[in-house]
């Protein structure tokens, strides 16, 4: 098995490793994708705004970062690439790019949406949708707002609010919601939560 997945798309993995080579890019592959950057080598300064970020899609699974990168650089100056990648070393066919600006990004989105990338193959190049908000239904109802924020700062990061309701749907339970600083953010503390927060509280 190992090798097939080494013999896949042997060519375009070796542009990618000359590509990284020659430009001392750095990629760092974690839970699924391979990141560029974020912030990248030289970056002084917060974070970029919300609305820097676009989502990229129908991209063909044997092009790599070597191909894309240089592709969106040319909309302005990237914060971040991410990759979405398979055990077998080929892309999942989508991407998020997030600019150091907001009007960068929107100018990705004109140039880039059904841009024929590859002959015949053209991809889908949109705003990313931010979500910061996460919410946890049906917690017990003796789990006090400090006492949960101080879980969560410990599981999760960039947690900036804890909100606690009574819940609407379960009987005698709460429903948090909770405001993180960044759609990335929030993403990775929902795999977090999804995988350990209930069997931290109830088993």
């Not at 924020?149 to 606690?164: H, P």
């Amino acid at each position: 098995t190992q090798a097939w997945i080494r013999s896949l798309n042997e060519d375009n993995k070796a542009s990618l490793l000359e590509w990284t080579e020659r430009c001392n890019i750095n990629l760092v592959q974690v839970n699924g994708q391979r990141k560029y950057g974020g912030p990248p080598a030289g970056w002084v300064g917060e974070d970029p705004p919300l609305g820097t970020e676009i989502f990229i899609n129908n991209l063909p699974q044997e092009i790599y970062e070597d191909k894309i990168i240089p592709l969106f650089q040319t909309a302005g100056a990237l914060y971040e690439f991410r990759l979405m990648m398979t055990f077998s070393g080929l892309n999942r066919g989508f991407g998020f790019a997030r600019y150091t600006k907001v009007h960068h990004a929107e100018l990705a989105v004109s140039m880039f949406h059904g841009y024929e990338i590859l002959p015949g193959c053209k991809i889908g190049v949109c705003k990313s949708i931010e979500k910061c908000h996460l919410e946890l239904d049906g917690l017990p109802c003796v789990l006090d707002k400090v006492t949960l924020a101080k879980v969560l700062r410990e599981m999760t990061a960039d947690l900036e609010k804890v909100s606690l309701f009574a819940s609407q749907n379960v009987e005698m339970k709460n429903l948090a919601i909770l405001k993180y600083s960044s759609h990335r953010a929030a993403t990775m503390a929902k795999r977090i939560l999804c995988k350990d927060f209930f069997f931290f509280f109830f088993l």
